[in-house]
């Protein structure tokens, strides 16, 4: 079996990652400091993030062809090149549309690099080594988003946005140049064919299910908008045709006999309701903590750095006891722990401590990290080598889609509370009634998530641990 420099590897995979996925959420403190720069409506301003997950959205389910079709480090290349291009033109953007098409450049970046991290560790760790690396992994997906809003409230506060650009750029060349020096070429390159009207289909439904989710979550006609509704419709059709058309052909783009794994299937399920837990209740707490509690950008950032720092910190370790024990034992009680946490959640008010609602957050964090790698890499151990590719590319599609479906849920649940609170209050424009309306509106969105743990715990029943037959690993040999 080949050796390859696994420590080297995973530093340029870990940089790259870590700088794209905190650029991601860094932006997101900023957005009103931006619509003020550029003139422009929050609607508007939202593209920043919609735009960045409908094109991972669009490019996601084409990673399993690239990882086939091309070199390791033909994709790591192409990836850095694109993130650093598009940090470039985000540090010297000087109006919205500038800023818009940087976006897209970074988004390409990441789309590339975070199916090959996973598919690249599938193939250098041994079965019973898996957990710990994908537990690296786990720390530069919690824990980027995490610094993420605290380091950009402070360049805010004392810079520009334009810092948080120029911040990034360095560390993405120094990690393609270790990337350049170490990083091996781990797959084997076949010359599968590119099916343009899979690329067509996948286009428009996944493409179209992220549009429409993401534009109701933004208001303007809601759910009801006839845009929501087309784009979501047209979506889902589309997305029936693409897979019938997978089911025939001889090499298809997203391969789906990855669902006659049922260890796959419980292990996407939890990544999917862990991402629906995190991004619905990310993106309340902010609100909630600068609009209910009064708090400034860099503190909300602040309290909530804790939590998601832990889980960063967490994460390896979680990966280690599931190489150990598998992932039974920290499933259930993680998810038991996210669901106490969330009904916790869902009775805050205004009055509600500080410290009580950081203990809060620590608590979800914490099991939240207890869930997601174990179930993601028992899911993933359970395929063949040569679906390891589809495995990523499916787990990677869903969870933005999942992501779009939490963030829009989230924010109509919060908007029809408080419409509906300040609709019967007899001074709908006082500050402390708003603060009231926001709270009903927080209070109902953590039920809706705690309400997705519990069917998320009812499915974790079913996991077991996949054993991996060593056999597969020594024909390499």
Aim: with cysteine; net charge positive; proline share 4%.
């Amino acid at each position: 079996m080949k050796v390859y420099n696994t420590r080297a590897i995973m530093a340029s995979l870990l940089i790259c990652g870590f700088v794209g996925m905190f650029s991601e959420t860094a932006l997101n403190i900023a957005i009103s400091n931006l619509m003020k720069v550029f003139q422009i409506s929050a609607a508007t301003a939202q593209w920043l993030t919609t735009g960045f997950l409908l094109t991972l959205g669009i490019l996601m389910p084409m990673t399993g062809w690239l990882l086939q079709r091309f070199t390791t480090r033909q994709l790591f290349i192409a990836s850095l090149a694109s993130s650093i291009v598009g940090t470039l033109i985000a540090a010297l953007a000087f109006n919205f549309e500038m800023l818009m098409f940087a976006r897209v450049l970074q988004a390409v970046g990441m789309g590339l690099l975070i199916p090959l991290m996973f598919n690249t560790i599938l193939v250098v760790y041994p079965p019973e080594q898996r957990g710990a690396a994908m537990g690296f992994v786990g720390l530069v997906i919690m824990f980027a988003p995490a610094t993420g809003p605290t380091v950009a409230g402070l360049l805010i506060e004392y810079f520009t946005w334009h810092y948080i650009f120029w911040l990034s750029l360095p560390f993405l060349i120094i990690g393609l140049l270790v990337g350049l020096k170490y990083l091996d070429n781990v797959t084997e390159v076949a010359k599968p064919q590119l099916d343009l009207l899979s690329v067509f289909l996948s286009t428009i439904g996944f493409g179209g299910v992220v549009f429409g989710f993401s534009s109701a979550g933004e208001g303007g006609g809601g759910w009801g908008s006839t845009v929501v509704l087309a784009s979501i419709g047209i979506g889902l059709l589309a997305l029936i045709f693409f897979a019938l058309r997978q089911h025939v052909m001889r090499d298809p783009m997203m391969n789906l006999r990855v669902f006659k794994y049922p260890m796959y299937i419980v292990g996407l399920f939890m990544v999917l309701t862990c991402m629906m837990i995190i991004l619905s209740s990310m993106i309340i707490l902010p609100m909630f903590l600068q609009n209910g509690r009064g708090l400034s950008a860099f503190g909300a950032g602040l309290m909530l750095l804790p939590g998601s720092a832990l889980n960063g910190i967490l994460s390896p370790r979680m990966g280690r006891l599931f190489d150990k024990y598998g992932p039974r034992w920290l499933v259930i009680p993680g998810l038991i722990l996210v669901a106490v946490t969330l009904w916790f959640f869902s009775g805050i008010t205004p009055a509600s401590s500080v410290a009580f609602m950081v203990t809060l957050h620590i608590g979800l964090m914490v099991g939240i990290s207890m869930v997601w790698m174990p179930s993601q890499t028992n899911g993933l151990n359970q395929l063949p080598p040569e679906l390891y590719p589809h495995g990523t590319a499916i787990m990677n599609t869903l969870q933005q889609v999942a992501g779009a479906i939490g963030t829009a849920v989230a924010i109509s649940i919060l908007t029809s509370g408080m419409e509906g609170y300040l609709h019967n209050s007899k001074a709908p424009t006082q500050q402390t009634e708003v603060a009231n309306a926001l709270t009903l509106g927080s209070q109902n969105v953590f039920v809706f998530a705690m309400t997705v743990t519990l069917i998320g715990l009812a499915m974790a029943f079913f996991i077991r641990r996949v054993i991996v037959k060593r056999e597969v690993l020594h024909s390499s040999h």
